[in-house]
């Protein structure tokens, strides 16, 4: 098995071959770390970009803005457009296809103002899973350098932690329409009352959590130790009366306990395997295998 820093030091002689890079910044475990290792690589040569709309989290938001401060990140801040869209707001199964398309038109503006490529924090963990923005990334020629590197999901927290960057043990970060399942349509209301309610679990002391807006009815999925809190008498009180203030008529707690991709497991197999996340060029699960061990095209 390969040790991970043998990973990072192919991470940084990708990034070493890139000119310049604005990397598709949101302050997860992924996107933080991939923005720290071109800072290093790069320094002013890397820019950092966040998209900030209704979608992306206050948590989140506090999150990216914490550790471009610690680490002097050079930085940019542009405001998503993708709740302008009707194919996102109408909450297909595809919708992340058309955020991520908007997302990265406008990264693409900014590459070519900055003489740059584009870089996202798709790691190996994701090539498997369903991700129609995968689609998106392709279409505007988007660099995976974790990918290229052959990072998986562990190894990037593992050598985080071996940074000290403290978003090592974060738990695995989504924007806030995830929340919403398919077919519900995306306001911008909807999206303040799931943030609401997830800062009010952090309140609570809850680490692990998804909000889960199915119109008038919430669900929670809570992490193990979580939702063994979360099922005390006292606390479910406390849950019924805070997610009630929020509008909710009934409040719900899944027995399942939290999972990524949950809003997934209604779609069918052929409906997930039409977005499965292959790197450009590749098309199948085993070239997306070969890509992740072999070094990408140099970028400008």
């Known amino acids: 098995m390969t040790d991970p820093r043998e990973k990072e030091r192919k991470l940084d002689e990708l990034l070493a071959r890139i000119a310049r890079a604005v990397v598709a910044y ?15 690589v790069l320094g002013e040569r ?4 966040t998209a900030e709309s209704a979608s992306l989290s ?8 914490g550790f471009a401060r610690r680490y002097g ?8 457009r993708e709740m302008t869209l009707p194919e996102f707001c109408a909450n297909s199964s595809s919708r992340c296809f058309h955020c991520k398309d908007a997302l990265f038109a406008q990264l693409e503006e900014v590459a070519r103002e900055f003489g740059a490529v584009v870089l996202d924090g798709q790691n190996t963990d994701d090539l498997a899973d369903y991700r129609p923005g995968r689609s998106a990334a392709e279409k505007h020629r988007v660099r995976s350098p974790l990918v290229e590197a052959g990072l998986a999901k562990s190894e990037i927290r593992a050598l985080s932690r071996l ?5 090592a043990d974060e738990p695995a970060s989504a924007c806030l329409a995830s929340r919403i399942p398919y077919g519900v349509p995306i306001t911008e209301e909807a999206l303040r009352i799931v943030d609401r309610g997830e ?3 952090r309140g609570m002391g809850f680490g692990i959590f998804r909000v889960r807006h199915h119109e008038h009815l919430v669900r929670l999925e809570f992490g193990p130790e979580d939702l063994a809190k979360a099922l005390d008498p006292a606390m479910a009180a406390r849950l019924a009366s805070a997610f ?20 997934n497991e209604v779609l069918g197999a052929e409906e997930k395997d039409r977005f499965r996340s292959y790197p450009a060029g590749t098309g199948t699960k085993e070239g997306a295998q070969s890509s992740a061990a072999t070094d990408a095209p140099e970028g400008a």
Do not use: C, M, N, W
């Not at 990140?73 to 998503?80: A, K, T």
């Not at 940074?163 to 978003?167: E, I, S, V």
């Not at 009630?244 to 809003?263: F, I, M, P």
């Open 244 to 263: 009630k203030g929020l509008g909710y008529k009934y409040v719900t707690l899944d027995l399942e306990g939290y999972r990524t991709g949950s809003g």
């Open 73 to 80: 990140l050079h930085r940019r801040i542009v405001h998503s």
């Open 199 to 201: 800062e009010a679990l």
């Open 163 to 167: 940074h000290g960057l403290p978003t």
């Open 58 to 65: 206050s948590h989140q938001r506090e999150l990216a803005d």
């Open 46 to 49: 890397a820019l950092a970009v």
């Open 26 to 40: 949101s302050g997860g475990v992924d996107s933080a770390y991939l923005a720290f290792r071109a800072h290093r």
